[in-house]
């Protein structure tokens, strides 16, 4: 029974310890959630994959004046006429050396190429956009949810003081209950700030490839933003449509190539190198050929083969439909161009307004700050000797309320300006150089650390 009991109490205490543990938070860096960002995101990899297929491409069309090698051979009997040679085994090699449409196809080849690469640009970039805004919204949604807290606490206190005043006669059940409503709003705010940070915290986690763990944003790691004038002025396209362009470069280059099959002449250089059976067991070669016999049975050529297609109608159907297809890329291009042109205009009037938020945000921020300390002073003042109104804690309550509140409006206004100022960036193509020239520097938190 005693052993009974001692393993109860210890499997009892392992639970204690098991619900009373707190989580472990891994504190990660800006530049460490971008860089395992970049490495696992399948957007990324996806646009490397087309990179890898558009240099093989180039490649490919290059190596037509690369000789092609090949062997071949096979053994059997015939009887009547023969079919052709008696070869044993053969060797043969072709090569273009001359073709209209082969410097089209090469440009093409080159301008998919840059498009790949343009394009590889773009899914970086805009990896690097959801990460950065992710951290940015986490780790604005950290310090919203500690001004939460604390306007909670003030609400808690305000509402513990209005009840007393009710007691006293000082106050009425109205002001008790619009207290009592007005914490329970901040503490709904509060659940409804920590689910946004866990939305946040999991859309991170997916776009790192990592699992298992709670992520604590370090704000001390996200530089500071640039001037929004210099990004207003800014006229750069984005990669992406940048790598549309260079797309419809290329099926222009691939239909100019496909315009000049027929009426061109094209030279390809040949050669061949064959061993002839001439047993007359074998075969009846020597029978119909009778000068044949007692010469060599080897056999080699090399020539320059010339061809010029007179009609093929088949042909012409492929260059009208790459005719169409370059003109459907240019005009996707074109389209791509005007809709990011419209979303960049419409990002800037918004990034403007925000600025003036912001600055008004912040104004009512230092005024609620300043009437905070007005109150604190006066609570500690002789009011008999100077006159003034006497304060009482209900006023204190309401004063630092108001500054939370106020501060919560300021922290909101910044945290959408940081994340218009991301957008811009990203559509002006400085999102990359702006990660590198300032996340790339030494910091003093750069990897996961791990504190309970």
Known sequence: ?????????????????????????????????????????????????????????????????????????????????????????????????????????????????????????????????????????????????????????????????????????????????????????????????????????????????????????????????????????????????????????SRNDIASGQSKYLYRPQISLVGNYSRLNTSPSESNFLVYYPTFAGKSNNDAAIAIQIQIPLFDRAHQARALEASADAKHAMFDAESQKNLFLDEREKERHTMAELVARAELANDDRQIAQMQLNAVLAQLTANNAATGATPMTPKDEQNARLDERQKYADFLSTQQDLQRSTIRLMRETGQLDSWLKNELHKPTAQTSFSTKP
């Open 1 to 249: 029974m005693r052993c009974l009991a001692k393993t109860v109490a210890l499997l009892a205490m392992m639970v204690g310890l098991a619900v009373n543990t707190p989580c472990a938070h891994a504190q990660l860096s800006l530049s460490s959630a971008v860089e395992m960002a970049l490495r696992n995101d399948p957007r990324v990899k996806a646009a490397e994959a087309n990179v890898t297929k558009a240099q093989a491409v180039t490649s490919e069309v290059h190596d037509a004046y690369v000789p092609t090698v090949g062997i071949g051979g096979g053994y059997g009997k015939s009887t009547g006429p023969p079919l052709g040679l008696p070869t044993v085994f053969s060797i043969s090699s072709e090569s273009l050396v001359f073709n209209f449409a082969q410097h089209d196809n090469i440009l093409a080849a080159q301008a998919g190429l840059e498009s790949a690469k343009l394009a590889l640009r773009e899914a970086k970039q805009q990896v690097e956009e959801d990460v950065v805004l992710t951290y940015v919204s986490l780790a604005g949604a950290q310090e919203m949810k500690t001004t939460l807290n604390d306007e909670e606490s003030c609400a808690a206190r305000l509402a513990t003081i209005v009840n007393d005043r009710v007691g006293a006669g000082l106050d009425t059940q109205i002001e008790l209950l619009k207290s009592n409503r007005n914490a329970t709003q901040i503490r709904l705010l509060a659940l409804q700030q920590e689910d946004t940070m866990a939305d946040q915290e999991a859309h991170l986690m997916r776009i790192m490839g990592l699992t298992g763990r709670h992520i604590e944003a370090l704000p001390s790691t996200i530089p500071a933003m640039p001037e929004v004038s210099a990004l207003i002025r800014d006229n750069s396209l984005s990669f992406g449509v940048q790598a549309a362009f260079e797309d419809a470069r």
